[in-house]
């Protein structure tokens, strides 16, 4: 079945530093999405990414999807105390029949000390 | 704005119990996800349904079922509980099936003793 490694596990970062999480799934994926956990909460959503070799920006953080459509990053800037949380990316698979099924990785957790 | 709510947010439960976790996705989404999150994991998926009917199904063990009604609101029934079982259980909704996102509910904390 699919699969969708994400590294790293842990990040810990000084406030201001940059950080960087990378995504790879084992198949071609028709979209590709970011959530954020904070501790005790909900993945919440951040962002989609659809065609190969697109490239989002929200402010300090920035999102690639891969020519492929295997893989996808998340570039945060200049973090802040406010960007602690888990980050996962979450791949749709192409074609089949498991429409809209969200195949999680295995999530990074930013710790950001001020 | 309208969020998905779950229900209970907290379940105690002992080994061999049942129990019956509740969602109400937001209105209009035709689409209802399950997923399991054990501690320090992601979340795994176990079973979806667009338009009251099972859509996919994932890692889900057969001492659980689920459904969703004709107010679209989903149940998931778990039977046997296990030690094993104890995890979040997030419900989420989407209006649509692909290239949608999903929206996330706080969760049902269930703990099996």
């Known amino acids: 079945g699919q699969q969708v490694m994400q590294i790293p596990q842990y990040q810990h970062v000084q406030e201001g530093e940059d950080f960087t999480t990378y995504c790879n799934s084992s198949?071609?994926?028709?979209?590709i999405q970011w959530y954020k956990q904070r501790p005790g909460g909900h993945p919440v959503f951040l962002i989609q990414l659809v065609k190969s070799g697109e490239v989002k920006k929200q402010k300090r953080l920035t999102f690639q999807f891969g020519e492929a459509k295997k893989n996808s990053s998340l570039h945060i800037t200049a973090t802040q105390t406010t960007d602690v949380g888990t980050y996962f990316c979450a791949g749709q698979a192409a074609g089949g029949t498991s429409y809209g099924k969200l195949t999680f990785g295995q999530g990074t957790i930013l710790t950001v000390h001020p | 704005a309208a969020g998905v709510i779950q229900s209970p947010r907290h379940l105690i439960k002992e080994k061999r119990e049942t129990a019956t976790l509740k969602c109400y996705p937001i209105?209009?989404?035709?689409?209802v996800y399950w997923y399991q999150q054990g501690p320090g994991q992601d979340p795994q998926f176990l079973i979806s349904f667009y338009e009251k009917m099972q859509s996919d199904k994932g890692s889900i063990p057969d001492r659980f079922s689920a459904q969703q009604f004709s107010d679209y609101h989903s149940e998931l029934n778990m039977s046997s509980l296990e030690l094993g079982d104890s995890a979040l259980y997030f419900c989420?909704?989407?209006?649509?099936?692909?290239?949608?996102?999903?929206?996330f509910g706080q969760g049902t904390r269930l703990t099996v003793v």
């Open positions: 198949t071609t994926l028709s979209n």
């Open positions: 209105p209009r989404h035709d689409t």
């Open positions: 989420a909704s989407s209006p649509g099936q692909a290239y949608t996102e999903a929206f």
